[in-house]
């Protein structure tokens, strides 16, 4: 079956502008969780939606924002974009969520460059 | 929340030879606890996961053990080969996934 599908793979954008990354999970899964991989901070977790809704939110700026759609797809937004936000964006996706004992699926991430 | 911890942060085998990563964790709730390997370029691959009501579990030359007293578990790669080269990290679920700091691993041929 599928993997998670994110878009873009590569993103250059200009300090204060927004961008909005894409992630398609495993068909079935219910909950997409978003990661901010850097080289100083490692996986930093951002949030996690299931079934259209927030479930837990991680230590980052309100900058940050997601959603889910009914299908399960989810966007991660990111406004007034800062020099610090360049960093390797992943999602993960779930059954029943990362939380609860089962298996999270990783996708090949979007690379955010911001110049 | 969990704390974990990940140790060594890189390591250096000859091809063959055994390599070792270890992680403790703080939250004794936590009972599921997964390895994932990360290639250049790609996403964390799920590579063996283990469950609080197991000590150890093998998959070919990689196993996992779990300690469930002392917090803490580990992978263990046997016979290893060049393309195990690369960054492994552990993770305890609580709520969220809480990744250890990662190790690079990198085969000798």
């Known amino acids: 079956k599928a993997g998670v599908t994110q878009t873009p793979r590569y993103l250059i954008k200009t300090r204060g502008q927004q961008v909005t990354l894409s992630c398609s999970p495993i068909s079935g899964h219910r909950s997409v969780s978003w990661y901010q991989q850097t080289p100083g901070q490692g996986l930093q977790f951002l949030f996690e939606y299931f079934s259209e809704t927030q479930r837990n939110k991680g230590n980052f700026p309100g900058r940050f924002s997601g959603r889910q759609f009914s299908n399960s797809r989810s966007e991660m937004n990111v406004s007034t974009l800062e020099l610090g936000d360049s960093a390797l964006y992943l999602c993960a996706s779930s059954l029943e969520g990362v939380g609860i004992d089962t298996e999270a699926f990783f996708g090949q991430g979007t690379r955010l460059t911001v110049v | 929340g969990e704390n974990v911890e990940q140790h060594p942060s890189t390591l250096s085998v000859q091809e063959g030879d055994s390599a070792v990563i270890k992680c403790t964790y703080s939250d004794s709730a936590s009972n599921y606890f997964p390895w994932y390997k990360q290639e250049l370029g790609k996403g964390p691959q799920l590579i063996i996961d283990?469950?609080?009501?197991?000590g150890e579990k093998k998959d070919q030359r990689i196993a996992v053990t779990l300690n469930k007293t002392a917090k803490h578990f580990s992978l263990h790669i046997t016979e290893t080969q060049p393309e195990d080269s690369a960054v492994y990290f552990c993770a305890a679920p609580q709520e969220k996934l809480t990744f250890g700091t990662g190790t690079r691993l990198t085969i000798i041929p």
């Open positions: 283990i469950r609080s009501n197991v």
